[in-house]
């Protein structure tokens, strides 16, 4: 045992003395690591003969009893493979990025000199979220965070799509190369990389984490003389197996830990012997026979006459305690063991305690969370109408003012008729009538405001949506835009309208601008044209008399409106004839056009509302809403909302939805009011802006027959009900069925929503026969 010890310890000196640390390869103590400085050349040159001379160092305070302690088992298995091999290659590392290239880069030209810095490569540290693994690849700089992509994707095995890489908590550009980005040859960055499809493509390492620590080959410049520098390659070799710790030493007071050369050198293999071996030993128990009795032939000498023994080094041997029989040998173990599951079981039920407390306070949280965010939608929706009200502009504004200017006249006289009798009462309601004309006039000047800004809005969005360039979506997912011929048209027509329709501008500017547009519909010999060109010669001939421009802007403002009839003719610009309302063909307008009966206009049938029920009004929107200012004045917005989250539900729930896409705001204003009385399913309550239609069965799609009003806290607790007849009472369940059954007969009147009709239940005449009073 003794030689063969001795050759293994020669043999492990022969390849210790192979390291270039000399007698030892020790570990440096990581505070005695200099980092190097951007800019130093001198301590960047010196960085890897440092970690030679540390080694030394180590090797010498390994050697001081008084100030070193040797290392304890628990902490040798835990080091042997990570810890020293990983600390030495990254201050190799470090060392290599520290190093410049002032020499050879000096005497090269400008593009030489990035074309080789471009080539130089860097180690790139990427960290997987949120797993938290590191995977560290050899990149050069000069290539795009693309092309990184698409490598961590081969090596990930994921689409390079999803993949997004952030550097300082920002995402870095596609096009972009780890030069630009800061990355210095020979250097190391670290940048994050997620998925933005986590569920379908989530990441995760495919090697092993210890083949990610390091690249596998790394350049490293040492000084081999005074001034004289020269780079080494090395090949970083990763063991196949774990090598043995032979154990180290700690600074007590640096607390730094010295490791033995053995773990920085190549593992020794044991020789093959040629075959399969297996062992009886490695299945079976090994067992030991010890006997406790004398045997029959062993003779003792006791005192007898004539025979003394001494009992001088005799000891008294005594059982301790009392003799323990088998029960009382159990019992104490039954104890024990009910003892340790009743605090097994205690902290069993902590556990479930602390999960229901934990729930109960995340249940508090979200009810807060949801009460705070009804609150915010609730002043949100105040100050929308409070802003509504000061600055109209859509028709649902004016509608909304009208709708309370007949609120307030309601009420007024209502207080007049209880109040005020014979002449005074005929004052009052007079003076109320000169109040409601003023107030009437004065939302009419809002009104012809508001329609001169959004005219001219109009006009802007026309001219954008004309020169907007062709889009499209790539294979790869990219959006590309192409400009043709006429969208560039397009675009300088658009700016020279711009640019004719301003009013402060010089005279010098003005004569400039007409002149181009002159030159411009000259190309064209048409009546518009003409007139045109006669327009743009009067307003040069004025300008040069000296006319004030002030005396100028009726004029101007012909040669806008002109100009603007030019750029909308599709023979001048093409691109404006996916725009019109009106064709270019007349023979396409034969089914499109109607007969509105209030205004005796023919109009497109996008100007009629086609609505729900069998009562067709034959009038245009313009007619509608000008008879609901003289007459009804009614407010549709909040109506007009809870159409619009129905249908946008609707949509996310089944993309091929009909019904809701069919309904009119006005036949949403009967289903609310006339079947559900405006109120709540459960607590009947009447805000409106507070109340939502869902599906009654969530397994069928939504319908005046198959819905049911709640507000917004009910329709979450409702759309969990996996059935509806085991989650309410048979009497609520008669009521809803009622409910269905008038909006049914309402619907089923329009052809059009007789077709998504479903057979009405077999028992619908019962159900209704049935129904108490009460519930009706």
């Not at 001379?53 to 100030?67: G, N, S």
């Not at 088992?73 to 990025?97: C, K, N």
């Not at 006009?459 to 907007?468: E, M, R």
């Not at 093409?574 to 725009?579: D, G, N, Q, S, W």
Request: aromatic content about 4%.
């Amino acid at each position: 045992m003794s030689e063969q010890r001795e050759n293994v310890e020669e043999e492990e000196e022969e390849e210790t003395n192979l390291q270039p640390g000399g007698d030892t390869a020790e570990q440096p103590p990581e505070g005695d690591r200099e980092p190097g400085r951007d800019g130093d050349e001198e301590q960047a040159d010196r960085s890897t003969t440092d970690v030679l001379e540390a080694a030394a160092e180590a090797e010498a305070q390994a050697d001081l009893p008084d100030d070193t302690e040797q290392l304890g088992e628990p902490q040798r298995t835990g080091e042997v493979g990570s810890s020293t091999a990983t600390d030495v290659l990254e201050t190799v590392t470090e060392a290599e990025a520290q190093a410049d290239l002032p020499d050879d880069t000096e005497q090269l030209g400008e593009p030489q000199r990035r074309d080789r810095v471009g080539d130089s490569t860097a180690t790139v540290k990427v960290v997987l979220v949120p797993g938290g693994h590191v995977m560290t690849v050899a990149f050069a700089i000069g290539l795009s965070v693309q092309e990184l992509k698409l490598h961590l994707a081969t090596e990930l095995r994921v689409p390079a799509e999803v993949l997004q890489i952030s550097l300082d908590g920002r995402v870095v550009e596609e096009q972009r190369s780890l030069m630009e980005l800061g990355v210095r040859p020979q250097g190391s960055t670290r940048m994050e990389m997620s998925s933005s499809d986590p569920t379908a493509h989530p990441l995760r390492p495919l090697r092993p984490p210890d083949h990610d620590n390091m690249p596998d080959v790394i350049t490293v410049r040492v000084q081999t003389d005074e001034g004289v520098f020269q780079e080494v390659v090395v090949e970083v070799q990763r063991p196949p197996q774990q090598k043995a710790f032979l154990g180290g030493y700690r600074h007590r007071l640096t607390g730094a830990e010295y490791h033995h050369a053995a773990i920085q050198t190549l593992p020794k293999r044991r020789p093959h012997r040629g075959g399969a071996v297996f062992s009886r030993d490695t299945q079976t128990a090994d067992e030991k026979s010890q006997v406790q009795q004398c045997l029959v032939d062993i003779s003792t000498q006791m005192t007898v006459t004539g025979c003394y023994v001494s009992s001088m080094n005799d000891k008294l041997v005594a059982a301790r305690g009392g003799y323990i029989t088998a029960d009382e040998h159990h019992g104490t173990r039954l104890r024990a063991v009910i003892r340790l599951q009743s605090f097994i079981r205690r902290w069993l039920a902590q556990q479930a305690v602390d999960r229901l407390r934990r729930a109960r306070d995340r249940r508090l949280a979200w009810q807060e969370l949801q009460e705070k965010r009804r609150r915010e939608e609730k002043e949100e929706q105040l100050r929308n109408h409070h802003h509504r009200w000061m600055n109209p502009q859509r028709r649902e504004d004016f509608n909304l003012l009208y709708h309370a200017l007949e609120m307030w006249i309601l009420e007024e006289e209502q207080r007049i008729n209880s109040s005020l009798r014979g002449a005074e009462r005929k004052v009052a309601l007079c003076e109320l009538l000169e109040k409601e004309t003023q107030l009437i006039a004065d939302i009419g000047l809002h009104h012809i405001a508001a329609n001169k800004d959004n005219h001219q809005k109009t006009i802007k969005n026309f001219l954008d949506k004309s020169v907007a360039p062709h889009r499209w979506r790539a294979a790869d997912g990219r959006l590309l835009e192409m400009d043709s011929q006429h969208t560039v048209r397009a675009r300088e027509l658009r700016d020279l309208y711009n640019k004719i329709s301003r009013s402060s501008v010089s005279q010098e500017q003005r004569l400039h601008v007409i002149l181009t547009v002159k030159h411009t519909v000259k190309e064209h010999k048409c009546q518009l044209t003409r007139d045109l060109v006669d327009l743009i010669d009067r307003e040069m001939d004025l300008m040069t008399r000296g006319v004030k421009a002030a005396s100028l802007e009726g004029l101007r403002k012909r040669i806008s409106t002109l100009f603007l009839q030019y750029i909308k003719t599709p023979a001048f610009n093409p691109e404006v004839a996916t725009l019109l309302k009106v064709p270019e063909n007349p023979s396409q307008l034969k089914n499109t056009m109607f007969l509105c009966r209030g205004c005796q206009r023919y109009l497109l049938s996008s100007n009629f509302r086609p609505p729900a029920s069998n009562s067709v009004s034959g009038r245009c929107t313009s007619c509608i809403e000008l008879d609901n200012i003289a007459r009804s004045r009614e407010d549709f917005s909040r109506y007009k909302d809870i159409l619009l989250r129905l249908r946008a539900d609707e949509q996310r729930l089944n993309g091929e939805a009909k019904i809701p896409f069919l309904l009119q705001v006005e036949d949403l204003k009967y289903l609310l009011e006339v079947v559900w009385a405006s109120r709540s399913a459960h607590h009947a309550g009447s805000d409106l802006d507070n109340l939502a239609f869902v599906r009654w069965d969530r397994r069928t799609d939504w319908s005046p027959w198959n819905c049911i009003l709640l507000s917004k806290e009910e329709t979450s607790a409702h759309l969990e009900v996996e059935d509806v007849h085991k989650a309410y009472e048979d009497t609520f369940i008669l009521w809803i069925r009622h409910k269905h059954g008038l909006a049914r007969r309402h619907f089923s009147q329009n052809p059009v929503m007789a077709e998504h009709l479903d057979p009405p239940p077999s028992t619908g005449k019962r159900v209704i026969d049935r129904l108490p009073a009460s519930a009706r």
